[in-house]
């Protein structure tokens, strides 16, 4: 993306819902969407621009919440400084599993499977070590005071997570334009050529999941100043993994806007599919899923692409989809 | 209590349990080997042929022993019709968007199972399933003995079909050169299908020889899809007769972990072998080259 | 499932759009917790994990709640407030706490006077939350975790018993029962589920039995689902305990109990705690033999009163076991609509108070009259159970014991 007024358009768009919707429903809705939308920008960095697509991004989004909750609870350290030290954190888990997977050379599925494994691990050890709370997991007081980053207002919690949005997203832009998100998807596109050309590829890559790390985590550390309670399944779960990765790659993997498209379009999906099913336990998935499979077989290259592909598509009578057939 | 008495026991039982989760990882190794997805819809599948043979059982009155006959081809068409008209078209052929197909069904398969049949847990009580032989120092229960064995019947199967037909020299081609392959007239979207419905075959054989020991509900299959994927990535990624012995291993493994660290944290000592193979030898302890 | 909804009768829909119409026609619809018409509907949210990992127990627990619903609306519906009817609303949890909030915001706009359900501990603590925002009343039903109770919020009930309770309880069942039995039990090992009920109990069991006499052998540790347990199993046979306390989920226990079987390991007795079988119908009759003689410390409904009874009896006609998510969230449906003829008012905050002063003595649970401390239920307690001749029976307390405990049982 060449210009910056797409995305301060977007924010501004954004930053002004609260003000003309005070349906908390809404609220709650989008901030649960922005959420997971941040999450999945954390993804986008690694997997869309570096195309090392992790299933376990669970280890950051576990790593933030879990260390946001623990200083506080434990430490009785300030919620703002907590949410810190857990981006911090997971820029830090960021380093160790990269350096490991990285260094070993580890690419495609194998890289996949491995953070599947470190997600697993974080996992095991959170519901077993009394730090964590174990299996009870950790809760954090209620205190709806500004100073322990926890508000009354739901309108304050969106645009605390919408920031948080905002500021990924400006990092997105910076690295798409950078040389490092040059040398990024050099990377992604032929790892060997890149290596050719000089490029320290483990060193891009570790700088990508670094950024990445940072990001997912910043999604839990919010989510505990949300809901206030965190266990070894909401942090390390495989439910976090898989919404990281589902949401740029509906919206458009490797695309500023993608994760924040996808995020929206497939929370909307499932509501809009608990509407049209009713109380039915299970059914409004069972459309849910069918609706995502469509929109996958519709739209390749993801929903921000659909809209080049159907350029293409007025421009040749080829559609994008059926090139790469076979 | 770290004696031979125990000791023993705990490795015959690891190579049982392991066994069963062999039977899991054949599948998934076989589909990853010839498309290289890795098959989110794996543990829904497995679930889905629970319910297969406990209906089979439950209301036609058929022992999974004996359904297994019917739902393993079944279930290889439903394989085959799903990579066919599903995955395939879906995903255009890109790896990414299988993924995501993948996910979607099994998102599909576990809430329709959800919706038609509740979340009861769900057992069947056939007559042999408490029989067991008396070693002297310990039983063995017969079903898992028919599973030990049932493993290695389904692996010579696959191996056979690998390399005596025409279909299995086909994924075979496939497999190691798709370009190729398609260039010397070989139909690569049939290829994909057959495979995938073979993977799911062996998804339903496993699951008529889990059925008389263990439980179903909508979420039951997907407590083997990690502990399968661990098996593959072990056994070599597309190998055969390295998920076989990746399974076994796996099971001891989790067997002795499970008695020298407790189940809870034994589970990590599967993972942490995971990991290490996969940080030292990706190609796994029985793969061949990278 | 038949129950989901329950339809309002044609004539009832017609009442209460007419008084709707009138209502808003005068203009008394923006208050309508004050003014209300006499006969409004009152909306409860009925919020239970009906999907995802939790949902057998969700299930059961709207089962329940709609049930006593059913019953109060064909019994004439809140009498203080003129015979209104209930109007359940349902959500889905979806098993998560984001899921569970979600749905507490929907009910809050859609004007639900009280919200009933939860079911997990997880859920229950950010749903309580959610709704203490708007002041709305939250009765949980089942959620043990303690700290979902004494985080000092106001619009936070629970009818039911929770951890402490429980697992003091079942260590005082323990004692009683082996006293009487000459001690017949010195030696003991723990199997439990590694999250909140499971761990924290053998904490405690293990803090206090060699205290009393026993000696833990050892405390066995499993994840959920664990797929596997002939190695546990290996264990307790080396071991050779007198007794065995499993504390862990339903699929989990049948394991356990069916590779026990298979390795002929027989312990003087099975005593678990809220065991996920031991005091279930479902386990009785799908494992008559495994099942025999096993003592449970849970959840159990009042067995002689007729009205739980008649209530097992209508919910096995509906081809459903009678679990504890049914008759807990059955008696928490009644908690409410006892406070709602007490407060004669659907006004949360009214609800809040007459709920927090309540002394409701007609339900189905072993708890006599209730009495509220900062949202708990004093009375609540847990009971001692022991599967007798294929059925369950209640050996513990004695005040509702309809059988005498057998012990030990081999």
């Known amino acids: ?326 | 209590m770290l004696s031979p008495v125990i000791l023993i026991p705990a490795l015959l039982n690891g190579l049982l349990t392991g066994a069963v989760y062999a039977l899991v990882a054949l599948g998934l190794t076989l589909i990853y080997g010839v498309l290289h997805i890795i098959n989110f819809a794996h543990g829904a599948l497995l679930t889905a042929a629970m319910f297969a043979a406990y209906f089979a059982f439950k209301v036609l009155g058929i022992d999974p022993y004996l359904s297994v006959f019917i739902i393993a081809p079944l279930f290889f068409a439903v394989g085959y019709a799903l990579q066919r008209f599903v995955i395939g078209l879906a995903s255009h052929g890109e790896d990414r968007n299988m993924l995501l197909v993948t996910l979607g069904l099994a998102v599909v398969i576990e809430n329709a199972l959800l919706f038609g049949f509740r979340g009861d847990t769900r057992t069947i009580d056939v007559p042999y399933a408490f029989q067991t032989i008396d070693l002297g120092f310990t039983y063995l229960a017969v079903p898992r003995l028919v599973g030990f064995v049932a493993v290695f019947v389904v692996a010579l199967i696959l191996w056979l079909i690998m390399s005596l037909t025409d279909i299995g020299r086909a994924i075979r081609a496939v497999a190691k050169e798709k370009l190729g392959a398609q260039l010397s007239g070989i139909d690569v979207a049939h290829v994909y299908a057959v495979t995938f419905g073979l993977g799911t075959a062996c998804v339903a054989v496993a699951a008529c020889l889990l059925m008389p020991t263990y439980y179903v509900n909508p979420g039951a299959g997907n407590a083997f899809v990690l502990i399968a994927f661990t098996i593959v990535v072990l056994g070599g990624m597309g190998s055969v007769p390295g998920a076989v012995l990746g399974g076994l291993m796996i099971g001891v493994v989790e067997s002795l972990s499970s008695l020298f660290l407790g189940d809870s944290l034994g589970q990590v000592g599967i993972f942490l072998i995971f990991i290490a193979v996969l940080l030292v030898r990706p190609q796994g302890l029985f793969g061949a080259n990278a | 499932m038949s129950t989901r909804k329950i339809p309002l009768s044609r004539r009832q829909f017609i009442a209460s759009t007419a008084l709707g119409a009138a209502a808003a026609a005068t203009g008394t619809i923006a208050m309508p917790s004050v003014l209300r018409a006499a006969g409004t509907p009152v909306k409860i949210g009925v919020l239970q994990p009906v999907t995802g990992p939790l949902s057998y127990s969700g299930t059961q627990g709207q089962l329940g709640a709609m049930l006593a619903i059913e019953e109060i609306n064909a019994a004439g519906g809140i009498k203080a407030l003129g015979g209104a009817q209930l109007d359940p609303m349902v959500g889905d949890a979806q098993s998560t706490p984001a899921g569970g909030t979600a749905e507490v915001e929907k009910m809050n706009a859609a004007g639900v006077s009280c919200i009933v359900g939860g079911y997990a501990s997880g859920i229950c603590l950010a749903t309580t939350q959610a709704a203490a925002r708007y002041d709305l009343p939250y009765v949980v039903d089942v959620g043990v975790a303690d700290n979902i109770m004494t985080r000092g919020l106001k619009n936070t009930f629970r009818f039911g018993p929770g951890f402490g309770v429980i697992a003091n309880a079942a260590i005082d069942n323990l004692i009683a029962i082996n006293d009487a039995a000459g001690k017949a039990a010195k030696t003991v090992m723990i199997v439990h589920e590694d999250s909140l009920f499971g761990a924290g109990l053998a904490k405690l069991l293990n803090a206090k039995l060699p205290e009393k006499g026993f000696q833990v052998l050892e405390t066995i540790a499993h994840p959920t689902p664990t797929r596997d347990f002939n190695t546990i199993v290996l264990k307790i046979k080396a071991q050779n305990p007198d007794l065995v306390i499993p504390a862990n989920y339903y699929n989990e226990y049948v394991l356990l109990a069916r590779t026990m079987q298979q390795q002929h390991v027989k312990p003087k007795g099975i005593y678990s705690v809220l065991g996920g079988a031991a005091s279930s119908y479902k386990f009785v009759k799908e494992f008559p033999e495994a099942a025999n003689g096993i003592m449970d410390c849970n959840h159990w409904f009042n067995p002689l009163s007729d009205k739980a009874q008649a209530l097992k009896k209508k919910v096995e006609a509906k081809g459903q076991f009678f679990t504890y998510e049914v008759y807990l969230n059955y008696a928490s449906i009644g908690l409410v609509a006892d406070a709602l003829e007490r407060a004669a008012s659907a006004d949360r905050a009214k609800l809040i108070e007459a709920l927090a002063s309540s002394t409701w003595a007609g339900h189905i649970m072993p708890y006599g009259p209730t009495k509220f401390v900062d949202g708990q239920n004093q009375g609540a307690a847990p009971c001692g159970t022991q599967v007798q001749g294929n059925d369950i029976k209640v050996i513990l307390p004695a005040k509702f014991a309809d059988a005498k405990p057998k012990f030990p049982i081999t």
């Open chain 1, 1 to 326: 993306m060449k210009s910056f007024a797409p995305i301060a358009l977007v924010i501004a768009v954004l930053t002004a819902v609260p003000l003309l919707v005070h349906s908390n429903v809404v609220l709650n809705f989008l901030v649960v969407a922005l959420m997971i939308a941040l999450a999945g920008q954390g993804w986008n960095i690694l997997g869309g621009y570096g195309g090392q697509y992790s299933f376990g991004h669970a280890i950051f989004f576990g790593t933030g919440a879990y260390v946001t909750a623990i200083l506080q609870v434990q430490y009785g350290i300030n919620a703002w400084l907590a949410f810190g030290a857990g981006i911090v954190a997971g820029a830090a888990v960021g380093v160790v599993v990269g350096w490991l997977a990285f260094r070993a050379g580890l690419r495609g599925s194998y890289f996949a499977l491995v953070t599947l494994a470190f997600a697993e691990v974080l996992r095991i050890l959170a519901s077993v070590a009394p730090i964590t709370g174990a299996g009870v997991g950790t809760l954090v007081k209620l205190d709806l005071r500004f100073a322990a980053l926890q508000f009354e207002s739901r309108a304050l919690f969106y645009w605390l997570i919408l920031a948080l949005v905002a500021v990924a997203l400006v990092v997105t832009y910076a690295v798409e334009r950078s040389r490092f998100g040059a040398w990024l998807t050099a990377v992604r596109e032929n790892e060997d050529a890149a290596r050719a050309l000089g490029v320290d590829a483990v060193a891009v890559k570790l700088g990508a999941m670094v950024i990445s790390g940072a990001i997912t985590a910043a999604a839990g550390c919010f989510y505990v100043q949300y809901f206030l309670f965190v266990d070894s399944h909401i942090a390390y779960g495989a439910w976090i993994s898989v919404e990281a990765l589902l949401t740029p790659i509906i919206g458009g993997a490797g695309t500023i806007f993608g994760p924040l498209v996808g995020a929206l379009v497939v929370k909307a999906l499932g509501e809009g599919a608990l509407l049209v099913t009713g109380q039915a336990p299970g059914l409004d998935l069972v459309v849910f899923g069918i609706v995502l499979i469509a929109v996958v077989g519709l739209s390749p290259r993801g929903i921000v692409g659909l809209r080049q592909q159907l350029g293409a598509r007025f421009g040749s009578r080829r559609g994008a989809g059926e090139a790469s057939r076979g």
